[in-house]
């Protein structure tokens, strides 16, 4: 399978995501500009500071020629994973429910962070195992997961929310420890940690690894229909 | 010949002496115009010139088997191994951060960012060096908070880790605080580029941001005086960053780079455009016309002079063949970036500037970057006078020896930096094998398999004591935090953060540390590869320390092996490596007891040092240890606890006969643990194990309470 990440003015963790891809599966970087997802199985939204964050962390990239493709590749079913920055372009393509706020502490922050899946049951989390945390760092400005109470009660009937943070890890203040969450139809997911910086055991954890298997398992699936 | 008019003294204003203007009227046989003498008084300032530092500078080794860019560079590059080069600068930016903290940080990221891939380097991490004065002061907890703050938006926004650092906190800053910062970048040897402009007829195209109004001056206004009354009013002195331009302008440049479209490249820092260009000029031995009406300017008005040297961040200056120009106006575009044509490189060697059709310029390259007079120091030992005034003791005289442990696990410069490194990105790049707090030095793994490592260091205070013993432990500091993940050293950078040199007994101070420094090198075989100076660190007030900081890049084989801090197994067994023979001289026990500050510092063993980095280093390469940490402030009574901290262990240790757990001698010696098999033939000093630090017959403290004076010590402040 393919992956396509991409690359705005001020992606800093393309490359990054590039490789944690390319240890499940083959990846390239699509340019914003383009409005050509060049036929990749799955889209990686990454993490860094588009558009420098300018406005409001995600608001101009969501603009992007290539948010054009994106949107009516999530339409049509395609699997699409927003890792931090690629997570707010997410909130305000309007891809995902809810917004990000700055952080509590309204500073940056880097962590490693323990985190809970809460639902296995997405294309992107079911290669974890039920009931073992996974360690994954967080690095951002703006994290802090909001919606207003009644979409936060629907998120969680609905299972929407995969991720949260581990009693005593939420970094930022978001709203019932939410680390991360999905839309309705479950093939779009937006998360603060950074997965593609937990899959090596020389630079850190490598329980981001599963996040990528679990695509890699959910298109080979797709595929095999 | 003219003379200089007694009428006329813009001259000082612009911070040139009359004997300097009286030779520039000399050198050209006539008064220089108003544009041309706004070029000089940069180019002849002492930040652009070093014209008090540059005799002394030359005592440093520059020479070594890895180094492939020396001093004069933009940055200075060693071999690494497979076609690999690092480079690597570290630059002050004192006197900004002083008068706006954010900003000022925040551009001197900017602007050694720019050093780097100048010469064609990807850059692939950050350090920063910062002094304040103590956090009791408001105004230096305002400096900290937004000092870091501002290095965290501009090096997280580019992509750039930030992986390590250090901070001391010392009343000697509270005026005149330090913010140094160092960056690395890796590039293929064979796409290394200097800045010298070549090939008359080519065209010089200026990159990046529009040009304003901001730093107009700052090289001679802030960088080359004493800060003084009224520095708010200096403000619109000081530069504004834009991190995104950045990283947009960084891409752009690479990719020009790989595309084999540039000649040459330089970034402008200080003294902008005039810099960039005479440099460039210089460098190649041609000439250069530039076109002011051609320069993309961020509002209407701008007088020549200030076009030539406004400090706008985020520009680069180029050269380019006339028939590529057309492709990288292009590939610049698709960077959301511009390009401007705005001159061409002549045979004159000479830099000549128009304006509205008028020469507002036309000066020898030669006056503005080789004639500036060089200035020798008159150094001069204060004997018999305190320079500096003792701090006042916050530990009472009959505290015992773990009531002295937790205060100095708990003070301002010992304390855990977790809160300030949580305001960094340090994994961005996924190369980084050794995260803050997790060793003496950032390890960053090479796409060749093996790893570079890096540290940044000096304490102004111990400097201070004894001028050239203090340099010089500042780099063996550096070589030993190297020696604990296992690598060998490749090279240095320094920054030099003096008072005025005019005096002096700040002459005496940098001299002596030089001398310290280059003995150093010597005897460590490490080689001086680029660095920076920054004098007049003084306010009506107070000076600050002489504070050399080094920053060190070393290699080492395997990254896997790359040694830790923490004790890690109960039951291993701990040794002491080294000649290690410390005193309370310039401590950080001296400094709460409220000590007076002298010397001399412990005496360097040379020879025995560098065999017991040579026995560490082997040792972490083989994979033996289980920790390797060097023994710094606070003595071996910290160290021992900063491996308990990290650890969340204890350990039992019996110190050899009138070892003082506080006494401090920097660089000199090495604690490790592992199995006993492993350190055979080393002294074995005690044993990890337990919960709590027990130092037989001194000491015995919980390992928790070691760990919560040390992370409140900041906390309390910030």
Same mark, same amino acid.
Do not use: I, M, W
């Given at each position: 399978m393919k992956f396509g990440v991409i690359r705005f003015p001020g992606s800093c963790d393309e490359v990054d995501a590039q490789l944690a891809c390319q240890r499940v599966g083959e990846a390239e970087i699509l340019w914003h500009a383009d409005r050509d997802l060049r036929g990749v199985d799955a889209v990686v939204v990454p993490g860094g500071f588009s558009y420098?964050?300018?406005?409001?962390?995600g608001a101009i990239a969501r603009f992007a020629p290539v948010m054009v493709e994106v949107a009516e590749f999530a339409r049509a079913g395609g699997l699409v994973l927003g890792i931090c920055n690629g997570f707010q372009v997410l909130c305000e393509a309007g891809l995902l429910p809810g917004a990000l706020l700055d952080n509590a502490n309204l500073r940056f922050v880097f962590r490693q962070v323990s985190l809970v899946v809460v639902s296995s049951d997405s294309p992107f989390t079911r290669a974890c195992e039920p009931d073992r945390p996974l360690s994954i760092p967080v690095k951002h400005m703006t994290g802090c997961y909001y919606a207003p109470p009644e979409l936060l009660r629907g998120l969680q009937e609905r299972d929407q929310v995969l991720l949260r943070y581990a009693p005593g890890h939420n970094p930022n203040g978001s709203l019932r420890d939410i680390a991360g969450v999905c839309n309705a139809a479950r093939n779009v997911f937006g998360l603060m940690p950074h997965p593609e910086h937990a899959v090596d055991p020389l630079t850190g954890s490598i329980d981001g690894l599963a996040i990528f298997q679990s695509i890699r398992a959910a298109v080979a699936d797709r595929l095999a229909v | 010949m003219p003379t200089v008019s007694p009428s006329d003294q813009r001259h000082r204003q612009l911070g040139l002496t009359d004997g300097e203007y009286a030779l520039i009227v000399q050198q050209l046989g006539r008064h220089p115009r108003d544009t041309e003498l706004a070029m000089l008084s940069l180019m002849w300032s002492e930040h652009c &010139?070093?014209?008090? !530092?540059r005799t002394t500078l030359r005592r440093l080794p520059t020479e070594g088997p890895a180094v492939l860019m020396g001093p004069g560079e933009n940055a200075g590059v060693v071999d690494v191994g497979d076609g690999l080069g690092v480079a690597f600068k570290v630059e002050s930016h004192n006197h900004p951060s002083a008068v706006e903290p954010f900003q000022g940080a925040a551009t001197g990221v900017g602007g050694i960012l720019r050093d780097i891939f100048a010469v064609g380097a990807r850059p692939i991490a950050v350090l920063d060096s910062l002094r304040f004065g103590e956090p009791t002061s408001e105004r230096s907890r305002y400096l900290l908070e937004q000092a870091v703050a501002g290095i965290a938006h501009y090096g997280n926004s580019v992509g750039v880790p930030t992986v390590g650092g250090e901070i001391y906190f010392e009343a000697a800053y509270e005026q005149n605080c330090l913010v140094n910062a160092m960056c690395l970048g890796l590039a293929p040897i064979g796409r290394l580029i200097r800045s010298a402009a070549a090939g008359p007829g080519n065209v010089l195209v200026l990159l990046g941001a529009l040009t304003g109004r901001d730093g107009i001056g700052g090289a001679s206004v802030l960088a080359s005086a004493e800060l003084g009354e009224g520095?708010? &009013?200096?403000?619109? !002195?000081v530069q504004i960053g834009d991190p995104f331009a950045e990283k947009k302008l960084l891409e752009c440049s690479l990719e020009l780079l790989e595309s084999e479209l540039l000649i040459s490249l330089q970034d402008l820092g200080a003294a902008g455009l005039t810099s960039a260009a005479s440099e460039m000029a210089s460098g190649g031995g041609v000439g250069l016309d530039i076109d002011c009406d051609r320069v993309p300017l961020r509002e209407l008005g701008l007088a020549p002079f200030e076009i030539m040297v406004s400090? !706008?961040?985020?520009r680069m200056l180029c050269v380019v063949a006339p028939d590529r120009v057309a492709e990288v106006v292009a590939a610049c575009e698709r960077w959301e970036t511009r390009a401007t044509p705005i001159g061409e490189v002549t045979d004159s060697g000479r830099m000549r500037v128009r304006h509205a059709a008028e020469l507002v310029a036309d000066l020898p390259v030669s006056i503005l970057v080789d004639d500036c007079p060089v200035y020798d120091l008159a150094p001069t030992e204060p004997v018999g006078v305190s320079l500096y005034p003792a701090p006042p003791a916050?530990? &009472?005289?009959?505290?015992s020896a773990a009531e002295t442990l937790l205060a100095l696990l708990g003070s301002a410069n010992l304390a855990s930096r977790r809160l300030v490194y949580e305001q960094y990105d340090p994994i961005v790049q996924s190369r980084t094998v050794r995260r803050p707090d997790e060793a003496d030095a950032a390890v960053l793994a090479l796409p060749t398999g093996e790893a570079l490592a890096v540290a940044i260091d000096g304490n102004g205070r111990r400097v201070a004591c004894d001028p050239r013993a203090g340099a010089a432990e500042a780099v063996y500091e550096c070589a030993a935090n190297l020696t604990c993940v296992g690598a060998t050293p490749l090279g240095l950078t320094n920054c030099l953060n003096f008072g005025n040199p005019e005096k002096p007994h700040v002459a005496w101070q940098l001299t002596e540390a030089v001398e310290g420094i280059a003995q150093a090198c010597r005897a460590l075989g490490v080689p001086v590869v680029g660095g920076n100076v920054s004098l007049y660190n003084e306010a009506p007030t107070d000076a600050i320390y002489p504070t050399p900081v080094i920053g060190m890049v070393g290699r080492l084989p395997d990254p896997a092996r790359a040694g830790r801090l923490r004790f890690a197994r109960a039951g291993d067994a701990i040794a002491l490596v080294g000649p290690f023979a410390p005193t309370r001289a310039g401590s950080e026990v001296a400094k709460l007891s409220g000590h007076e500050l002298a010397g001399p510092l412990p005496i360097m063993q040379t020879a025995a040092v560098r065999d017991a980095q040579d026995t560490v280093r082997t040792m972490v390469n083989a994979g033996a240890l289980h920790n390797a940490h060097d023994i710094a402030e606070g003595g071996i009574g910290v160290a021992l606890a900063e491996c308990c901290v990290a650890g969340g262990i204890g350990a039992r240790v019996a110190l050899p006969a009138g070892l003082d757990p506080f006494a401090e001698a920097l660089g000199q010696g090495f604690l490790v643990s592992g199995p006993d098999v492993a350190l055979t033939g080393l002294a074995i000093i005690g044993r990890v194990g337990g919960d709590a630090l027990e130092l037989e017959g001194v000491l015995t403290v919980a390992v928790a309470e070691l760990a919560a004076a040390r992370d409140g010590g900041l906390a309390r402040f910030l």
């Open positions: 420098g964050d300018y406005l409001r962390a | &010139a070093y014209k008090h !530092s520095d708010a &009013a200096k403000r619109p !002195s400090e !706008s961040q985020e916050t530990l &009472a005289p009959d505290a």
